[in-house]
């Protein structure tokens, strides 16, 4: 998670280990890595990244308040189990509000999309590789440049806040592979709508770039249930 040098540099504060616990722990959870009904407790998850137990307390406390963990009293936080409603929900949301984003962006058109080629070749790359952490990385920093382009700090907040509640179960399936493939060029041909370059429909475009994640996501979901 933390690199020894990370735990033991003067200069990470406080702060930004916090930062990195919980960013590393969202991903792990998020991607089920860590899986549903695993408990933390601060003082050994302190031990095992061998720091103090202020940054991971306020890094659970974080996780928790965006519902990905539950505290229990004397024992620490676990791993909160999403439901099939509950992811269902987090995509119709997500596609009304970013769909309509995306066309606001769109209308309004740019010529340097220098920071949105950046990510969509990151994008690239991860898949490549099949690096499934820097390709979350990447899509959530690609999905945070767009979305900020329509000029609503509050709306981009919203948004970026429920795709960190959203389960990615099932990203390293082969549907989950196929489905990244797939994104790819999709994440090219947004940035050919922002600059004009081509003229499909934004929402559409947006919504099946979205929407084509859930029956994979569904399935995992249902196969834990199975399980």
Do not use: C
Request: glycine share 4%; hydrophobic share 45%.
């Amino acid at each position: 998670m933390l690199d020894r040098k990370d735990r033991t540099n003067p200069l990470a504060t406080e702060e930004n280990l916090r930062e990195r616990v919980e960013r590393q722990l969202r991903l792990d959870i998020l991607a089920g890595t860590i899986e549903p009904g695993t408990v933390f407790s601060v003082p050994s998850l302190s031990r095992s990244l061998g720091i103090s137990t202020t940054p991971v307390r306020e890094a659970l406390l974080q996780l928790a308040a965006d519902d990905l963990l539950q505290p229990i009293r004397n024992r620490g936080f676990r791993v909160v189990d999403p439901t099939l409603d509950e992811l269902r929900n987090l995509f119709e949301v997500r596609v009304q509000l970013e769909a309509q984003a995306f066309a606001k962006v769109v209308r309004a058109g740019a010529v340097d999309v220098n920071d949105l080629m950046k990510w969509a070749d990151e994008i690239a790359r991860a898949v490549r590789d099949r690096d499934v952490p820097a390709y979350l990385v990447a899509d959530r920093s690609f999905h945070e440049a767009l979305l900020s382009r329509a000029g609503n700090p509050i709306l981009t907040g919203i948004v970026m806040k429920l795709r960190d509640k959203m389960r990615l179960y099932g990203i390293r399936s082969k549907a989950g592979r196929t489905r990244q493939d797939a994104s790819v060029a999709e994440h090219y041909r947004i940035v050919d709508l922002v600059t004009g370059r081509v003229k499909d429909d934004a929402m559409t475009l947006m919504t099946d770039h979205i929407m084509a994640w859930e029956p994979v996501f569904t399935e995992a979901v249902l196969m834990r249930r199975i399980n």
